[in-house]
């Protein structure tokens, strides 16, 4: 049975240590779920998501909003499905 590498999460990812740690696990060749608020704007983020490949999934996410939350974790989890 092939190893399957861990997957994170890492919230506020578009900038900032946020950034650093996406950049951090990928280089540990981890997968990667990253959040942040506005995905379109996150150039850096964006920039990782193109060399990383299937190991990087971005996710809009507000964590006062509710209904984003709950989108967020659906989107994650139809991701990281196949991982179980």
Known sequence: MPT?????????????IGLEFVRAYLL???????SCRAPKRAQALNR?????GARL???????????SATSAAGSA???AAPLR
């Open 77 to 79: 989890g139809r991701w």
């Open 4 to 16: 399957i590498a861990p997957t994170v999460l890492v919230t506020g990812a578009s900038r900032g």
């Open 57 to 67: 999934q971005i996710v809009a996410l507000d964590e006062a909003d509710t209904a």
């Open 28 to 34: 540990e060749g981890r997968r990667v779920i990253a």
């Open 48 to 52: 990782l998501a193109e060399a990383a």
